[in-house]
């Protein structure tokens, strides 16, 4: 069992990636610890300030204020060299996964495992994937085996959305960060999706961050509940201690989003370096 990453934030302020120059930042400074093995996700309503959190984690957007540690490190006063490293220890799996249309699934899904591999094992891998049932038993965890040889422009939105997630079961890394996995999913999907990967981080000791539209899920599936709220950290709790006026109070202008009848706003983020990074 692998140990996953601890996190620690002392009055981290981030831009999202998209914003304008001189915007606010999206993320207000904000101080959060998080144990290495522990899983916890983060809900909030559109434009809280979420999906900037987790490219902060995942060392694609250095803080504009205040300061971020990875295991006691301070991954932007790392060498590159050293930084790239550090990344390959991270995944990151954004709502909208970078899989390139013309791609045998295959291949996307292997693609997890390039930051344990030279060069040329990874150019290799493009043309001949090298673990095909590693890949098959990923994808059958989604519910998609059969798709295994599929070309990704044939998949659903939520299909290609399962891949990105399989991804993880194949990567090197101590901390997954998902952001908003289920949006494209039904009920059924969404609670097999989410079983798989807080049962496989627990499995593994792996770091779970998850930013979640869907409060109910959160509060079935996570030990820890962090809600922001216009970039700052509204409340921090055991998902027992959520009570309903404190989600109406979070989502007092985003009753819709509470009840879950609308899909998150928040805009998307382009992909990050940290999963397809090679060393």
């Known amino acids: 069992m692998s140990a996953g990453l601890a996190i620690e934030l002392q009055a981290v302020a981030a831009r999202h990636p998209a914003a304008r120059p001189g915007a606010a930042p999206a993320l207000q400074p904000t101080t959060l610890n998080v144990a290495e093995g522990e899983v916890l996700a983060v809900i909030g309503p559109s434009g809280a300030g979420k999906t900037t959190l987790l490219q902060a984690l995942a060392c694609a957007l250095p803080p504009s204020a205040g300061r971020l540690r990875l295991d ?27 899989l390139p249309p013309r791609q045998r699934v295959v291949t996307s899904v292997l693609a997890g495992r390039l930051p344990s591999m030279g060069l040329l094992g990874s150019v290799r891998s493009l043309f001949y ?12 965890r989604f519910d998609l085996a059969e798709k295994l040889f599929e070309r990704v ?23 997954w960060l998902v952001d908003e996995p289920l949006s494209a999913l039904d009920p059924a999907r969404s609670r097999q999706a989410i079983d798989t990967l807080v049962g496989e981080a627990r499995a593994r000791g792996v770091t779970l961050v998850a930013t979640l539209h869907q409060v109910d899920v959160a509060l079935a599936h996570f030990p820890r509940i962090v809600a922001l709220h216009q970039g ?4 921090d709790l055991p998902a027992a201690a959520v009570t309903r006026e404190r989600l109406q109070r979070l989502y007092a202008q985003h009753e819709h989003e509470l009840r879950g009848d609308a899909p998150s706003a928040e805009p998307a983020t382009p992909p990050a370096p940290v999963v397809m990074h090679c060393r």
Not at 72 to 98: I, N
Not at 129 to 140: C, F, M, N, Y
Not at 160 to 173: D, E, I, K, N, S
């Open 153 to 175: 422009d044939r998949l659903s939105g939520g299909e290609r959305q399962r891949v990105g997630l399989a991804r993880a079961l194949l990567a090197p890394a101590r901390l």
């Open 232 to 235: 700052t950290v509204a409340f």
């Open 72 to 98: 006691g490190v301070d991954p932007w006063e790392l060498p590159r060299r050293e930084l790239q490293v550090l990344r390959g220890r991270l995944f990151l799996a954004p709502q909208v996964p970078p």
């Open 129 to 140: 994937p090298s673990d095909i049932p590693a890949a098959h038993a990923a994808l059958e």
